[in-house]
């Protein structure tokens, strides 16, 4: 049975890909993830490499910015809005 690809599935991604190495406790859906400083830019194509695999949308080059990845709720966010 496939695993079903909302909201929990991309913060379970983004918790064992990029917070177990941080020492970060406390993690939610608003968490800062690159205003903090909790993803860099090689781990930030990781996750839109990511996103465009599991999801199946592509991002344009100007999409790929804190604007649309600073959190989950932002990035679930622009997913279902590249879905639509």
Known sequence: MEQVKDKNFLMDYIKTEFLNHTGINE??????????????????????????????????HHEVDQENLDSVNLIWEFIKTKQQ
């Open 27 to 60: 993690f939610n859906e608003d968490t800062p993830l690159v205003s903090s400083r909790i993803m860099d830019s090689i781990s930030t194509i990781q996750l839109v490499d990511f996103i465009e695999k599991e999801f199946n949308i592509e991002f344009l």
